[in-house]
């Protein structure tokens, strides 16, 4: 599995058949904690699957984190076989999770989450759930092929009884992705690095529009205000921006249509060929 550097990406939304399932090593990670219930499902679905699934995860919630380092020193806790909390960053977790749980061989795929909502358009660059992904498919050779899934809620209270049921609707999903990820590696290998990130929209199974690949949306998807909580202390306070005009197939327009979205992401940060050529053209090459 370590060969794997693309996806297939017909062969995923392909319904699967029996007998195709193949097993794999894989880092289980979040930004909302070991415990959250998002990364609970996920583990019950891919243990069901028969993965050999080690959780290495936040000691708390860490949402927001992108791929942000911990550089000092931070404690593990062995909560139980196979389960690590990290008092550090999500890309932290997976930066010691592959150099020391898996020191001896890589995992085969870093999962990340179910992320209590949705990161699509501006915020998923802001994303840890979406970091963990980033960190590893960039900080290791050969990169290791990762997919984030974040889900939007159907009430307030993720440990709901509606809210349970949703993370296992999508755990459950996700297990079918990485088995069709499994199945599709023999037909991969020279396209280069790649993470993917997988959105499920604030619905049921049954309300879903289908599955759609989508580029990342541009959108601001939140509001930053600021609030003074004691002199000189200051809580960031987000709120929903206002709806906005996206690109064409953007992940934050198809998710509000109710479209699970898959966005394929390689973690380089260059502008397109040609912004580059007119910001080069304008800014020239000015000597020291």
Known sequence: MRSVRALALAAVVLPLVAGEALAARILLTNDDGYDAPGIVALAAALKKAGHDVTIVAPAANRSGSSTAITTAPF??????????????????????????????????????????????????????????????????????????????????????????????????????????????????????????NVNWPGVTADKIAGVRYAVQGRAITFSWGFREVSPGTWAISPSAAPAQKDVVRSDSALLAKKFVTISVLDGDYTAPAAVEAAVSAAVGRPTP
Not at 114 to 126: D, E, I, Y
Not at 150 to 169: C, Y
């Open 75 to 196: 404690a593990v806790t062995k909560i139980a076989d196979k389960v690590y909390s990290v008092d550090g960053t999500p890309a932290t977790t997976v930066l010691y999770g592959v150099s020391v749980i898996f020191k001896d061989a890589a995992p085969d795929l870093v999962v990340s989450g179910t992320n209590t909502g949705a990161n699509v358009g501006a915020s998923t660059v802001l994303s840890g759930t979406v970091g963990n992904t980033v960190a590893a498919m960039t900080q290791f050779v050969p990169s290791i092929p990762a997919i984030a899934f974040s889900a939007d809620l159907l009430d307030a209270d993720p440990t709901s009884a509606a809210n349970k049921k949703q993370f296992a609707t999508v755990a459950a999903y996700g297990a079918k992705l990485v088995a069709r990820l499994l199945k599709a590696e023999p037909k991969l290998g020279k396209v280069g690095r790649f993470a993917l």
